[in-house]
């Protein structure tokens, strides 16, 4: 059966329409020339994927997400590059003991203060009078810390400059300088291990 070219109408294959007798040539040639394009053109069909190209596709996406990853890694890190570490620095202060009216001398005192772990603390004090004939400095550290005393005439104490020193195995330390000339006594509170308040008393003698 064929549909007429003519009526539309489904006839029997022959020569002519059966429904309007208009002829068929016309549906005979194109039917013929399909059928040799089909021949000629056969349809390629796509060939079936192997099971290994979908696992070397899944490799290649990971290596790209891991290298994308490594990059926003080393970008985060040249913005934020590691914070270089930090030496505590001395605190420096200066006390100038006053003389009391009473005696003429300079009383004791009292001065606070606070050291960082592995940090160190300087108090600069004066001897004017010339009837002092000792002092004594006495560190009283927190609980836990290990501090040091140093005390250095008219320059600056270190750890390996220094005219007296006492290093115990805690925060409480005592030195007596005998016989000081007027000047300056440097007094370094240094932290051996840990850190926190301490109270220096000095405490100066006569006759």
Request: aromatic share 8%.
């Amino acid at each position: 059966m064929v549909v007429c070219p003519q009526c539309g109408k489904t006839t029997p294959e022959g020569r002519f329409c059966e429904h309007c007798g208009a002829s068929l040539q016309s549906v005979h040639v194109a039917a013929v020339s399909s059928s040799e394009t089909q021949q000629a053109f056969p349809v390629q069909k796509a060939p079936p994927q192997k099971s290994g190209s979908a696992g070397r596709s899944l490799l290649i996406i990971g290596i790209i997400i891991i290298g994308v990853l490594a990059a926003l890694a080393i970008i985060g890190y040249l913005d934020n590059p590691s914070p270089s570490p930090v030496h505590p620095t001395p605190t420096y202060k200066t006390t100038v003991p006053t003389v009391s009216q009473s005696s003429g001398h300079t009383p004791s005192e009292v001065i606070p203060g606070y050291v960082a772990g592995g940090g160190s603390y300087r108090i600069t004090t004066y001897i004017r009078d010339p009837d002092t004939t000792a002092f004594t400095v006495r560190l009283v550290g927190p609980k836990g810390a290990d501090l040091d005393l140093y005390i250095k005439k008219d320059a600056e104490p270190t750890t390996g400059y220094y005219d007296y020193h006492s290093s115990g195995a805690d925060a409480n330390e005592q030195l007596k300088v005998p016989d000081p000339g007027l000047g300056s006594y440097n007094i370094l509170v240094q932290s051996v291990k840990g850190g926190g308040n301490f109270n220096l008393y000095i405490t100066y003698q006569y006759g």
